[in-house]
């Protein structure tokens, strides 16, 4: 069997990062495991909840030993938050952003970044201009199988890259918010981004975006799927889909070897590499979920802020607006409408 070195990932220990208080705007599931990660792993602490509803925010804090809010400017004036996390809906995400920035608090915002990239530019513009960090939380792009994958791209080890293939669906049944209008519903900003974020990462911007959609009767987009051209020759063969299950596999492919992240592509665990001569390499990261995997994320923030960094190398502000820039295309081809179009 040839012989394939994986290098090793990058990614610090997080438990060696500065320790910044944390605040929540939005206690719904992704906050949950936000919430409980940083508890369980590294050195940041959460310290407050905020909600528009006071006992949303103080049923959260109650068991978590937190400071609840009413509101989330009651949140951003909170003396010990340095940061503050947005997990609201997609559609709450630009102002609670804004607000938090404008009394002088770091954000990280949950992804997507806004819903669309206008969005994603007001909030970047606005970090920079009071002088603040300001992030989005795609929790893949911190993760240390992606820190490999990252290093065999930019290292030559696959060769040059011809294309990148992934699929992302998910059953979400009626009744979740993704099949409400009014909070921009649909796959694309849940599910969608990720393969769009990570797509674009590793073969740049697309010169050219072909789109395929399927609307659901209420009109929200159930699937949708894309073909991206890249200037250097390259493809990107994408779909999502929240009427079911699919495998959650990308595979990154090269002249020299292609490689595929283990399923749920966008979580922590391993990859496989195949050579051209057929031979197939693993790199094994152990599985987990969003608990075993958020506080990368939050750990690299502290880092940033530590060091006097407005953004993250691992998830730059042009490469958050980018992902949504495609997306925006998207929707433009396939009639996806959301609110403030």
Do not use: C
């Amino acid at each position: 069997m040839s012989e394939f070195e994986f290098p090793e990932s990058r990614v610090p220990d997080p438990n060696a990062a500065p320790s910044l208080g944390w605040g929540i705007a939005g206690p719904g599931w992704i906050a949950e495991r936000f919430a409980d990660s940083l508890a369980r792993h590294g050195s940041q602490r959460v310290t407050a909840v905020g909600s528009r509803s006071p006992s949303r925010a103080e049923a959260f804090a109650s068991s978590r030993g937190l400071r609840a809010h009413g509101s989330y400017g009651e949140l951003a004036a909170e003396p010990e938050v340095d940061v503050v996390y947005v997990a609201t809906p997609h559609t709450a995400h630009l102002d609670v952003a804004l607000a938090a920035i404008e009394a002088g608090k770091h954000v990280l915002v949950e992804k997507p970044f806004g819903i669309n990239a206008s969005e994603a530019e007001r909030v970047a513009e606005a970090a920079k201009a009071r002088g603040v960090f300001a992030g989005e939380a795609l929790w893949t792009a911190f993760l240390p199988s992606y820190d490999v994958v990252r290093q065999l791209v930019r290292s030559g080890r696959l060769g040059e890259l011809t294309a990148v293939v992934g699929d992302y669906g998910e059953h979400l049944p009626p009744g979740h918010r993704a099949y409400d209008p009014a909070l921009a519903g649909g796959p694309l900003l849940d599910l969608g981004i990720y393969l769009l974020a990570l797509a674009t990462d590793l073969l740049g911007e697309p010169d050219r975006v072909l789109g395929l959609g399927t609307a659901l009767g209420n009109g929200v987009n159930g699937q949708l799927s894309a073909l991206l051209g890249f200037p250097s020759g390259a493809q990107a063969a994408l779909t999502t889909t929240m009427r079911g299950f699919t495998p959650a596999l990308l595979t990154v492919v090269g002249t020299a070897a292609a490689l595929t992240l283990d399923g749920p592509f966008n979580s922590p665990g391993g990859l496989t590499v195949r050579t051209a001569d057929g031979e197939t390499h693993r790199w094994e990261g152990a599985p987990g979920s969003h608990v075993d995997g958020l506080h990368f994320q939050a750990a690299a923030v502290a880092r940033a802020i530590a060091d006097g960094r407005l953004e993250t190398d691992e998830r730059p502000l042009a490469s958050s607006i980018l992902a949504l820039r495609v997306a925006d295309e998207l929707r433009r081809q396939t009639g996806i409408v959301f609110p403030g179009d």
